[in-house]
């Protein structure tokens, strides 16, 4: 195992923010990544606009890129990135979306908070602070701690404190939390597949898991609304097909305590839908019941590590 951090971007037809998500990992102050581009078969030219960059300068060497062929979503996307890190021999994997913008001590910060949890050994993962374009709290991709947080008094001075789950927008895992718990549900597509994979590891594995309060990223999405489907765009709805079959999938896996959680979870949106929602609202309320029942029985399997 070599020992160094590979951010691992995952890219769809965002050419222009992947530009700047490289120019960002490249200038990174006081610490060093190598950088996997995984292209979820742009085409856009993502491709061509690589390889410029790797051209530009002798930061080919750091930079690699690979086209998965098919658009695998963000689920394969990341699934697809992880296993090359992992066969490739990284220490860390450092997990990203291209519109995700690293400030310039992100991976600074995320190193050291990885020195004050005992080293990769000894967590499970770490989560960067999130914010969007404004500086206020991204609202996607707020992380849940746990409620015992200050069971770990000894990380506090570092801004850190103990997380139920988190997302991948500068999600840090240790080479050895993947050989413990394995890869992402590839099955899922887009939506939970981040929230499945940082609760295997904190709940269901029990490994003390991180946000690293002085680490900062900026997510550059069109809107700070975050995502609920009695208030989103008509043209984002199908998404939502995934995201409820996902949670039932996910939450079906914690106990009777997940079912109850994720009946209630599915029952609010429901009743959302049918009195809040201002136009489409038989539509709304339908995927929200049929991702109910759908998840209820929905159980992709985890691929492990095979090192």
């Known amino acids: 195992m070599n020992d160094k951090v590979a951010a691992v971007v995952v890219t769809y037809n965002r050419k222009e923010l992947l530009k700047e998500c490289i120019g960002a990992l490249l200038s990174q102050e006081k610490e060093t990544c190598d950088i996997l581009i995984i292209d979820n078969c742009s085409t856009d030219g993502t491709d061509k606009v690589v390889e410029q960059i790797m051209q530009k300068d002798d930061t080919d060497s750091r930079i690699q890129y690979y086209n998965t062929g098919e658009n695998m979503g963000g689920a394969g996307g990341f699934y697809y990135g992880m296993k090359k890190a992992m066969e490739l021999g990284y220490k860390w994997l450092w997990l ?176 959302r839908c049918i009195f809040l929602a201002r136009d489409h609202r038989l539509k709304r309320s339908f995927i929200v019941l049929r991702g109910y029942f ?3 029985v929905y159980r992709p399997g985890i691929e492990k590590y095979e090192g």
């Open 96 to 271: 990203m979306d291209d519109d995700t913008i690293p400030k310039a001590d992100a991976l600074y910060y995320l190193l050291r908070a990885d020195k004050k949890a005992g080293g990769p050994d000894s967590y499970g993962y770490i989560s960067s602070v999130v914010e969007w374009t404004d500086g206020t709290q991204c609202k996607m991709n707020s992380q849940k701690s746990m409620r015992h947080f200050f069971d770990r008094i000894d990380v506090l001075e570092e801004g850190m404190f103990l997380l139920q789950q988190a997302t991948f927008v500068s999600l840090f895992v240790p080479a050895q939390t993947v050989k413990k718990v394995g890869y992402p549900i590839k099955e899922y597509f887009i939506w939970g597949d981040d929230i499945e994979y940082t609760r295997r590891i904190s709940i269901r594995n029990g490994m003390p898991s991180f946000i690293a309060g002085k680490s900062h990223v900026i997510h550059k999405m069109n809107n700070n609304n975050g995502s609920f489907i009695a208030t989103d765009g008509i043209d984002r709805l199908s998404r939502y097909n995934y995201a409820f079959r996902n949670d039932g999938s996910t939450y079906m896996r914690e106990g009777f305590g997940g079912f109850i959680y994720f009946t209630a979870k599915c029952a609010l949106n429901f009743f």
């Open 294 to 296: 759908r998840g209820l």
